[in-house]
């Protein structure tokens, strides 16, 4: 599959090697088998060529959403845990990549890995060898039309698995998609309960490899449909079997799997009345490939298939198999379509596949339904995020689901049966004990108070674990339910918390302790400065007869006012982030407020020659705030706008409820206005607009007039455009407006 969106594959490969996790799986200068997925684990973006046919199988081929459930959960759930500190850790999941279930989820390596110029992507690349022909998608191929414009018969996939008495136990969703078979309930049944006619000796074939335990490809039978043709004729379908025998993890055999390919037809094949069961030839006692004709060949994909599926089980086969004798080479082999009673006890019993399923009957309903949900509570399990273990009363391992091998990196096989301290640290030994042993003596089904205790992981190195344990009832041995949630992102999160939190106590003490001087050192010496400035201007001990002299002694009393109000804005702006400013909330009507703010402010406008307009509102909003705060607001958005707007021009003061009973203030002029950095840097402390009508101050008047404002959880809105004017709008909540 072709990269929906550009990735550069190479960079991403150089990045993923880089891990030492990744090395040691895959080596440093090999090619790594991944998928990568956008950060929700929502859209699949790449896929290397060798995963092709499994990315064909799970997700749509337009979009490249994911179109598994079983999957789209677990992918969704992987990119939601991982840590947002930290989101470049490596991890190994369990992840059903076939969507069938008939094969294991497989083991991942799981990492999200940031791109330049573009959003973090998450990469999954299975560590197990990948036969992409079996995740082929499944379901009726494209059809094509012949030149009398009839269209040809297409190709059906499915997947099947038996038990070890040839019943069928699974089949997977695309048997249904078959017109003519959709109808046709095969599970619990074997081959012998359908009138099957088998094709070319593949009867012989299939018997041979049930007796023997081994795989078989390509045989072919005409399957009744239960309908038939013009003339009253039965009518069948095509369909070609392959499989091969299944083990479980400990080595027993569990039955068989495969796949099945229906060739469809324009209608389906009348089977012939005169058609009669085939016989096998005589075996001889020589090599099983002189036994039968060589099989009719599958196409190139199905043969890849098996022989892979071959070569990968070929070890365990030979374990397995069984030398049950051959019929003797003079002694006739009988191959009935459906086994008659016969009368000749010494002939050699079929396979189970080719006995009907008299005895035991199909489960009846409600095992169906408790299978149903069993399995259902199974992939749920296999979906959970955190390590589900079941123990028994001694500690020992009975299974385990994906997200604990994944976390242990332990496959079930390997620990089954091992006490669950082969999971812990040493020193978290008697802490599982112990809890386990409080739950199986104590009689109590649950200790809700988990234990935090530390893992060991195969790889080597530990991880912080929290671990809970309940009493499984209704058993007729006692087990226990071991949930383990991995607790490295917490410790993580922690760790930079509590860190950060030092860091920020120690910032404020410092900031506490320098403006502790500030205040002392400066403001002392300051206030001195100005009143014998001021006692000097009064003349209060004799004349100042000097002109000059009086004007140093006005400046100085200008500058160091200047300071002084800097040093308090500072003090002030400390406290309300320190949040150690005292307020006195009260019920403050904003027109009287507002009001007394402009007969403060008249006779600097009246000097600039601005016109002072208001439109307060008809029912005065009435807030919760400290007057003298708010006063200071209003005072310092007056100041600034009569500071920046020319003469002749206008300021608007006006106060409204809004439609969703907020309380608002609006002071708008038409001075020389400001673009969008301009409200950024005006906004900042110390930060002052750049144009002909800088005006002398702190630079820290909008910062303070801010930080009150979000001190009465109020906001703060600035509209402005160059040459235009300004609007700032100050909101307060509906919880801070008193109503009547």
Excluded at 73 to 96: G, N
Excluded at 256 to 267: A, E, K, Q, T
Excluded at 326 to 331: I, K, Q, T, V, W
Aim: glycine share 8%; proline share 7%; net charge negative.
């Amino acid at each position: 599959m072709a990269a929906r969106v550009p990735i550069n594959t190479r960079l991403l490969e150089q990045i993923l090697l880089q891990d030492p996790l990744f090395a040691s799986v895959f080596g440093r200068s090999s090619t790594v088998p991944m998928l990568v997925w956008d950060s929700r684990g929502a859209t699949l973006l790449y896929a290397s060529p060798g995963l092709a046919q499994v990315a064909a199988a799970v997700t749509d081929p337009d979009t490249g959403m994911v179109n598994d459930s079983t999957l789209a959960k677990r992918l969704a759930a992987v990119a939601a845990s991982f840590s947002i500190s930290a989101p470049h850790s490596t991890r190994q999941e369990r992840l059903p990549l076939d969507p069938s279930g008939l094969t294991g989820p497989m083991t991942c390596l799981c990492r999200f890995v940031s791109l330049e110029g573009r959003p973090p992507v998450l990469v999954t690349a299975p560590k197990e060898r990948v036969a992409d022909a079996g995740f082929s998608r499944s379901g009726p191929e494209r059809e094509d039309k012949q030149p009398n414009g009839k269209s040809t018969a297409g190709t059906v996939r499915f997947l099947w698995r038996m038990d070890t008495a040839g019943r069928f136990t699974r089949v997977s969703p695309e048997w249904n998609a078959i017109p003519a078979l959709a109808r046709t309930d095969i599970i619990g049944k074997t081959f012998a309960d359908f009138d099957i006619r088998w094709l070319e000796r593949s009867r012989d074939i299939l018997k041979e490899a049930f007796l023997n335990l081994k795989s078989w490809q390509g045989v072919k039978a005409l399957w009744p449909t239960g309908s038939t043709g013009s003339v009253s004729t039965p009518q069948a379908l095509l369909i070609e079997f392959s499989g091969t025998p299944a083990y479980a993890p400990d080595g027993t055999f569990t039955g068989y799997s495969g796949f099945g390919l229906c060739r469809l037809h324009n209608m389906p094949t009348e089977l012939p009345a005169e058609i009669t069961p085939p016989v096998a030839a005589p075996v001889k006692k020589t090599s099983a490939a002189k036994t039968a004709d060589t099989p009719p060949q599958l196409s190139k994909e199905d043969r890849n298939t098996l022989r892979e599926i071959a070569e990968s089980l070929r070890a365990r086969l030979r374990e397995h198999e069984q030398t049950s004798p051959l019929p003797a080479a003079d002694e006739p082999v009988p191959v009935p379509l459906q086994p008659e009673v016969s009368a000749a006890p010494q002939e050699p019993l079929l396979p189970p596949a080719f006995t009907p399923s008299e005895s035991p009957s199909p489960p009846p309903q409600e095992g169906a339904g408790l299978l149903q949900r069993v399995r259902e509570l199974e992939a749920i399990l296999d979906t959970a995020t955190d390590g589900v273990v079941t123990v028994n009363d001694t500690g020992h391992i009975l299974s385990l689901n994906n997200s604990a091998e994944a976390l242990f990196g332990y496959d079930r096989g390997e620990v089954t049966g091992e006490s669950v301290t082969v999971l812990l640290a040493p020193e978290s030994h008697v802490v599982i004990l112990d809890y386990l042993e409080g739950l199986a003596s104590g009689g109590r089904t649950s200790l809700l108070n988990g234990r935090e205790v530390t893992g060991r992981v195969k790889q080597g190195g530990s991880i912080p674990l929290f671990v809970t344990m309940s009493s499984i009832q209704d058993m007729e041995t006692r087990k226990f339910c071991v949930v383990i949630r991995d607790l490295s992102a917490f410790k993580r999160v922690e760790r930079e918390l509590t860190t950060a939190r030092e860091e920020a106590e120690r910032a404020s003490a410092m900031k506490s302790d320098f403006l502790a001087k500030i205040s002392h050192d400066v403001r002392t010496p300051l206030n001195a400065i100005l009143g014998f400035t001021e006692l000097m201007l009064d003349e209060r001990f004799g004349p100042v007869n000097n002109a000059r002299y009086r004007e140093y002694l006005t400046d100085i009393k200008d500058s160091g006012a200047h300071v002084l109000g800097l040093i308090n804005d500072l003090l002030d702006l400390a406290r309300i982030e320190a949040g150690k400013m005292e307020f006195t909330f009260s019920p403050t009507s904003l027109n009287e407020l507002m009001a007394r703010c402009i007969t403060l402010s008249t006779p600097d406008a009246d000097k600039a020659h601005l016109i002072l307009r208001t439109s307060f509102a008809e029912n005065s909003p009435t807030v919760v705030a400290d007057e003298r705060a708010l006063q200071r607001i209003v005072l310092n958005l007056l100041s600034n706008a009569i500071k920046y707007t020319d003469a002749g021009g206008q300021i608007i003061v006006s106060t409204s409820l809004t439609e969703l009973g907020e309380a608002a203030l609006r002071i708008r002029d038409t001075g020389v206005g400001m673009d969008e950095e301009g409200i950024r840097s005006a906004l900042e402390p110390f930060r002052r607009l750049n144009n002909r009508r800088t005006k002398p101050g702190s630079g820290l008047g909008l910062t303070v007039t801010k930080a009150l404002v979000e001190a009465h959880r109020g906001l703060l809105h600035i509209t402005s455009r160059p040459g235009q004017g300004t609007l700032v709008e100050v909101i307060f909540p509906q919880n801070r407006v008193l109503t009547e």
